[in-house]
């Protein structure tokens, strides 16, 4: 919990270090040029490359397969389309490198160490049906 909080503090702190540190050195307008940049692809990569994925893994369920592969990687493709749109040179890079398929591997492969995909075998039970029956006081009569 306090690395998340510790985390939470830290990286508006570095985007903003980062900001400064890219805007001496390149200027004011390519760098905020830039972040819109990214902004723009950000939201392309969301439109179109999540979707792409999405539609892959609705082709695999609807074959039969258990899609968790395709999920993962749209998962993984619309969370880098939103780094890359949040403002910030930090977060932009983290989501460029998720769109590399080597290290969303390498990703999975550690994902992997800690959970495990179980696929259904046949259809889901059906839930089991209660009645109830009421009984006025003269129907009842105790064991």
């Known amino acids: 919990m306090r690395l998340l909080l510790i985390a939470f503090i830290a990286w508006p702190l570095v985007e903003i270090a980062l900001f400064i540190a890219i805007g ?3 200027g ?7 972040v819109i940049a990214m902004g723009i692809v950000g939201g392309l990569i969301l439109r ?4 792409a994925r999405l539609a892959e893994a609705r082709r695999s369920l ?5 899609p968790a592969r395709a999920i993962a990687d749209a ?22 490198l998720l ?4 290290l969303r591997q390498l990703l999975y492969l550690l994902l ?8 259904a075998v046949g259809p889901a039970p059906a839930p089991s049906q209660k009645r109830t029956i009421e009984l006025d006081s003269d129907e009842f009569r105790p064991r």
């Open 99 to 102: 769109l590399i398929p080597p």
């Open 112 to 119: 992997g160490r800690r959970f495990r995909v179980v696929g």
């Open 75 to 96: 998962m993984l493709i619309s969370g880098a389309g939103v780094l890359i749109a949040i403002p910030g040179y930090l977060s932009g890079v983290l989501g460029l």
């Open 48 to 51: 179109h490359s999540g979707l």
């Open 28 to 34: 004011l307008w390519p760098t905020l040029l830039g």
């Open 24 to 26: 001496q050195t390149i």
């Open 62 to 66: 609807a074959s039969g397969q258990l």
